[in-house]
Every structure is written in structure tokens, then in C-alpha cells.
């Protein structure tokens, strides 16, 4: 079979393996010859993190993903048509690939509609309403001058209904064929997108459709989005079967090293995904021993350099002791280097793979990597020299955190002003009771809604809460209907990352889950259906970037430590972001200058179950959940009295003499009732 593919991109297959569907190709763009398997960095802004263009060239890369959406949104198409492209503009000699915008109007948090003729979202850069068509999504790729553009595609989660999912791939089908009559004469590649979720019959639907248009290329999509690797697997293996053989496939957003090495096996050609620069800002390295993770103890003062069988300016340079200084440090230049490394590393499997496909070798040499790259968090010999008395002798503190025990339970206390998060009891017991069982969090999933269930996670700290929620929802009998959707908001990420290198005392944290959210910002899980996003930076401003809550866990420091989150002002914006739902705020104080605001901001305030040494604690309501059938025993006239005769009246930060807020609780219609 020949397509119109083979008049743009000229593609040739030179070998397929024996006993495999792995293959070499080589194809040429406007620019450069691409040999396949390749591996496409991730230049999100235009910019490969962190990395100089000379070490990109130098190892190898033949294409630079782009991403259409962000480039839209920063610096704007104008640009492009000023420079003539992004090739001028990044002085980029070899080929670019742009992504069509798709996977992240799906993906970033922001309101988006999805309509028949276009897709609109609002910007995360000024909040202004956007839309993108299949044509207008062309258009800038064409603007950008993109070698490979892709077609615009609905991507929904792969754990959606079937119906949900049919009708999405629909829709992209229906844009794939307006997307080629956008192309027209343009000399520019066009690949198709093959989704269908993670149902293997509409996937072999998408890829019958897909593969009769005439593309230059073909991608699966709508992978690595909370499926597991063997579910990807088998689908990449059902998908690329259909594909035309004479033109490249691409599978999209993936992976680590084995699951290239994997894809590759199930005959995939190229690849891109952000993990050689963003682990390496972790401090993670994917070297022919397997993962090395340089925030490991083992590694301080080892001789030799990170990878012993690497050529790369990093390993040729400097010690792995070097790189784990500058880790430790935080110095970016650790970043830097580790992410060249990385690039270089992956370049290099990809050659390596190619080599053995033509040379006949390619099942022999699938089988022995398939061990080694799979010898996740492999630290090396020197791992096993980490013994937990050498844990224990390591300075127990990261930042201005540091780990304390209470009767073996590990707690994070905070040295500058010497407060414990969850102190004098069980942090997970107390995160069970008081925001997971107050807010009955499971019973409220079981609800007949489409929409998720909003929890705000506000100071997720060492993630206490957000995993007791978790647990809760993954051991949940019968299980959840309704999605849930996890927002936590921090600003100091040492406590989480202090805590995640203590995993003998906090036992919540022996999951998957918080290492993805540190590295991804996200983490997504198919059944249930949880999505916890976290949104770093102050809660003052990131909170407009979270979708209104229905439940809100209010776990930040005290006043003492982290006063802007008290002040009447603060509950005055959180009252205004609950304002168009029945929202519940749990928090674990019962201070009476906290109620005041509370009460002054327009919440309405309950009596919240006691813990540890509490007595109390307190529940808010927005006026909705006020109103509608509750139980919560709301502060009463005797409250009132109290607070009348104390000493603590104002709101923390409000000025005793101004009256506006001691008029609002005194009128406030909790106390008419
Ligand atoms: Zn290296």
C-alpha cells in the first residue's frame, strides 16, 4: 500500500525483526533525514529545559517537540510570523514537531467546553477565553512552520464511560478529515491521531478510520494518562498491527526507558515525553545500570562519573559525589547536567535499538534490557550499603522542615517557629477522622453525578490528608461512583520531599501516588477515578487556578506560622470561591478569632468533632450548604454570648476599632435562626 504519506516525508523501511514488530525506517522532513526508532525531546516553550541547543545537536536528536497550545498562549503566532518560524526563532536546524493543543486544553486545569466545531478553554496565562478549531489549530502550526503538525483531537481520560469515549473519538475523526482540507497544498507533514480510551474495540475502530485518510503519518494518543503499562502495551500492539506499514507511527507523551524499549517491541518509531529533564530536576538519571535517584545518601562522596559506559560531556566531566552536591544544594547547574545526561542517554538507546534491528540482533538484546531498564530506583552496589542506622544518623531536615517522631509516628515540624503539623496525635488517624469521615467523603462519591467531587487540599504538607482521602476512596466498599477530583495547594514543597525520604515513619506515604505528584504536578488513577493535581505557589493566588470546591480540608499552619491564611480577607476570597456551590470547610481549629472571620467573610459556622487534645474543631458552610438538609450543629446564641465577653473578638489582622466585622457576625442570620 502507498499513501500520499510517501510524497511529503519520503519514508523507507529498511528492516523489521524477526520474532518482532520492531522496525528501522528512515524518513526525510524539510529539514534533516529522521532515522527511526528515534526519541523527540520536549521543547514545551521552545526550549528544551534547562537544555543548550549545542547539546541537544551533539546528542543527536533529529526532532524537537513543540507545543502548539503554549506557543499560542506565549509568545503568540505574530512572532513566528515575524521570524519565519520557529526554526529562525530558536535557530533550530533540524525538524520540529508540534502537537496539535488537544492533549492540553484536556490536560491543564481551567475550565474547557468541548463543541462539535471547536474547542474552548481559558488561558492560564491571563484567564482569557480561547478557542481552537481543527482549521485555526492548523493554521498556527503552519504559522509556527512546523516540519510534522498534528491533527486537533478530543482526548478524554482513558477511564471514561464507553459511550464518553465513542463519542470523543467521533468527534476526532470528524476533525481529522477537516484538519487534512486545512493542510491542503502545504508542504508540511500532517499526522492523524488514533484514541478511543482504553477500549480495545474503539481503539481498532480509531485505527481502521485513522489509517484509510491519507496522513503522512500516524499517532496513537490518549496513552499515558493513567493507564497501566500493560494495558498500554496491549493496546500499542493492537493499534500499530492496523497501521500502514509505509509510513512512521508515533506514540504520544511516552515514556521511560523500558517503556520505549517496550513500544518499540510492539513496532512504535518515535516517541517524545518530558521525563529525561524533569526527572533530572528530581535528581533522577536513566543509566545503563538502570535508574539512579542522586537524592540517595549512597551516592555522597562515589567516585566515577553517574553512567560508567556513557560519552557524554556530564559523565566525561564530573564525579557522580559532584552531581549529588549539587542536587543537594539545589544548584541548578546539577539540573542542567543531569538533564543532558538523560537526553543523551535516551539518544543513545534509540541508536543502540536501530543498530540491532538491522543487524538481525533485536530479540536477543530486548530481552536482556528489558531487565536491565527495569531495574527501577537500582541505586547501584552502593544501595545496600544504606543501612537504617545510617538513615537515622542523616540530619533528619530539609529547608526550614525537619522530621521529628511522636512515640515512632514521624511528624514535620516547622524549625522557624517550632509548630508540629498534626501534633499529639496519629497524623493519618487524625486526617482520617477529622477531614476524610467529618466530611463524608465516600458516602458524598456514591452520588449520582457526572461532574467530580471537588476536594481542596489547602497545605498538603507531608500529604496526610490527601492520602488518607485516597486510601480511603481506593479501599472504599462498594466503591465510588463519582470522580474525584484532588486539588492540593503548597508552597513549600521540603515537608512532602522531607517526609518522602523518610518512608519507615510515614507510612502514608508507601504509594505511588505523592513521588508522581512531586515529579508530574499530577497524578491520575483510572478505578477509581481520582485526579489529584497540585497547584504550587501561594493559596492566595493560586486558588482562582482550581475548579470550585464541594469540600474544602483547611490544614495549613497556625496563624502563629502562617498568618495571611486567617485574616478576614483571606475567608472573604475563600467565601467568594464557594459562593456558587454547597461547600464544607474543614478545619482543625476552633479559635474564636478564626469563627469571627469565619462568620464575618459570610460562612456559616458548626461545631466540628473533636481530636487528639481538642475538644473541637469547626466546620464552615457557604450559604447553599447552609441551606440545604444538614445535621452540623451550628454555632448557637450561647456561642454569641461567649464571643461578646472575649478578649479575642477581632478577626486575626483586623483592627479591634473597625466595626464592619463585629456588625457582620452580630447580624449574621446564623444567629436569627
Ligand atoms: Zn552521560
Known amino acids: 500500500m502507498t499513501n500520499a504519506a510517501s510524497r511529503r516525508l519520503h ?29 523527540m525531546p520536549v521543547g514545551t ?12 545537536l551533539e546528542s ?24 519565519g518560524g520557529i526554526h529562525a526563532f530558536m535557530n533550530w536546524p533540524r525538524s520540529v514537531l508540534t502537537d496539535s493543543g488537544g492533549y492540553q486544553i484536556f490536560s491543564l486545569p481551567g475550565s474547557r467546553t468541548l463543541h462539535e466545531d471547536h474547542a474552548e478553554f481559558t488561558s492560564y496565562v491571563d484567564n482569557t477565553l480561547l478557542r481552537l478549531s481543527p482549521e485555526s489549530s492548523i493554521e498556527a502550526q503552519k504559522v509556527i512552520g512546523a516540519d510534522i503538525m498534528m491533527v486537533l483531537d478530543q482526548c478524554v481520560p482513558s477511564t471514561v464511560e464507553h459511550s464518553v469515549a465513542r463519542g470523543a473519538m467521533q468527534v476526532t475523526h470528524r476533525w481529522a478529515q477537516r484538519s487534512l482540507a486545512a493542510r491542503a497544498e502545504s508542504p508540511q507533514a500532517l499526522f492523524g491521531i488514533v484514541q478511543g480510551a482504553s477500549y480495545a474495540d474503539l481503539r481498532i475502530e480509531s485505527a481502521q478510520t485513522i489509517s484509510q485518510m491519507p496522513f503522512d503519518g500516524y499517532a496513537i494518543g490518549g496513552l499515558a494518562v493513567g493507564e497501566s503499562s500493560a494495558q498500554r502495551e496491549d493496546c500499542t500492539a493492537a493499534v500499530t498491527e492496523l497501521l500502514p506499514q509505509d509510513s512512521p507511527r508515533y506514540l504520544m507523551g511516552v515514556g521511560t526507558t523500558r517503556d520505549l524499549l517496550e513500544a518499540v517491541h510492539r513496532g ?36 566515577g562519573p553517574i553512567d560508567p559506559a556513557c560519552d557524554c560531556y556530564t559523565c566525561k566531566t564530573y564525579s557522580i559525589a559532584y552531581l549529588f552536591h549539587l542536587q543537594r544544594v539545589h544548584e541548578t547547574t546539577g539540573w542542567q547536567l543531569l538533564g543532558l545526561h538523560n537526553v543523551h542517554f535516551y539518544m543513545r538507546l534509540m541508536r543502540t535499538m536501530r543498530a540491532h ?8 538484546f530486548y530481552h536482556a534490557q528489558r531487565a536491565v531498564l527495569d531495574a527501577r530506583d ?5 544501595a545496600s550499603h544504606v543501612t537504617k542506622a545510617l538513615l537515622r544518623e542523616r540530619k533528619r531536615k530539609r529547608g526550614r522542615y525537619e522530621v521529628i517522631l511522636q512515640e515512632d509516628v514521624g511528624c514535620i515540624r516547622d524549625t522557624a517557629s517550632g509548630e508540629v503539623m498534626h501534633p499529639g496525635s496519629d497524623p493519618s488517624l487524625e486526617a482520617q477522622s477529622l477531614y476524610v469521615e467529618q466530611s463524608r467523603l465516600l458516602e458524598r462519591l456514591q452520588e449520582c453525578a457526572v461532574e467530580p467531587l471537588v476536594v481542596w487540599d489547602v497545605g498538603l504538607g507531608a500529604a496526610a490528608n490527601a492520602m488518607a482521602a485516597i486510601l480511603a476512596v481506593e479501599n472504599a466498599n462498594p466503591a465510588a461512583t463519582r470522580p474525584l477530583t484532588l486539588v492540593s495547594f503548597e508552597n513549600d514543597l521540603d515537608s512532602l520531599k522531607l517526609a518522602l525520604d523518610h518512608p519507615g515513619y510515614f507510612k502514608h506515604l508507601r504509594h505511588a501516588a505523592p513521588r508522581a505528584l512531586l515529579s508530574e504536578n499530577r497524578w491520575i488513577n483510572s478505578a477509581p477515578a481520582i485526579d489529584w493535581l497540585l497547584l504550587h505557589g501561594d493559596f492566595a493566588v493560586r486558588k482562582f487556578d482550581a475548579p470550585s470546591p464541594d469540600i474544602i480540608f483547611f490544614d495549613p499552619f497556625s496563624f502563629k506560622t502562617d498568618s495571611a491564611m486567617w485574616t478576614l480577607s483571606a475567608f472573604r476570597e475563600l467565601a467568594q470561591a464557594c459562593s456558587e456551590k454547597s461547600t464544607e470547610l474543614f478545619t482543625y481549629t476552633y479559635s474564636t478569632s478564626v469563627r469571627a ?10 461545631k466540628g468533632r473533636g481530636t487528639g487534645p481538642k475538644a473541637e474543631t469547626t466546620i464552615a458552610l457557604s450559604p447553599q450548604a447552609a441551606a440545604a438538609a444538614h445535621d452540623r450543629e451550628l ?3 450561647e456561642w454569641l454570648t461567649k464571643w461578646r465577653r472575649s478578649g479575642a473578638q477581632a478577626p486575626f489582622g483586623s483592627l479591634v476599632d473597625d466595626g464592619s466585622w463585629r456588625e457582620a457576625v452580630l447580624t449574621h442570620a446564623q444567629f436569627k435562626l
Request: overall charge positive; proline content about 3%; some cysteine.
Open 45 to 56: 516553550h521552545a526550549a528544551v529545559r534547562s537544555q543548550r541547543r549545542e547539546d541537544l
Open 597 to 606: 472571620a469565619m462568620l464575618a467573610a459570610g460562612f456559616y459556622v458548626a
Open 635 to 637: 454555632l448557637g446564641q
Open 11 to 39: 519514508f523507507t523501511l529498511e528492516a523489521t525483526a524477526a520474532g518482532s514488530s520492531a522496525r528501522a525506517a528512515r524518513f526525510t522532513t524539510r529539514h534533516n533525514e529522521v532515522l527511526t526508532p528515534t526519541f
Open 268 to 303: 512504535v518509531d518515535m516517541f517524545d515525553c518530558i521525563l529525561p529533564t524533569s526527572l533530572a530536576k528530581q535528581g533522577v538519571a536513566f543509566t545503563s545500570l538502570g535508574r539512579r535517584d542522586l537524592r540517595r545518601a549512597a551516592y555522597r562522596g562515589m567516585e
Open 60 to 83: 543527536g536528536a533529529q526532532v524537537l517537540l513543540a507545543n502548539t497550545y503554549h506557543l499560542l498562549l506565549r509568545p503568540g503566532v505574530e512572532i513566528f510570523e515575524k521570524f
Open 378 to 382: 537500582s541505586y547501584g552496589k552502593a
Open 357 to 364: 534491528i538491522l543487524a538481525g540482533t533485536w530479540l536477543p
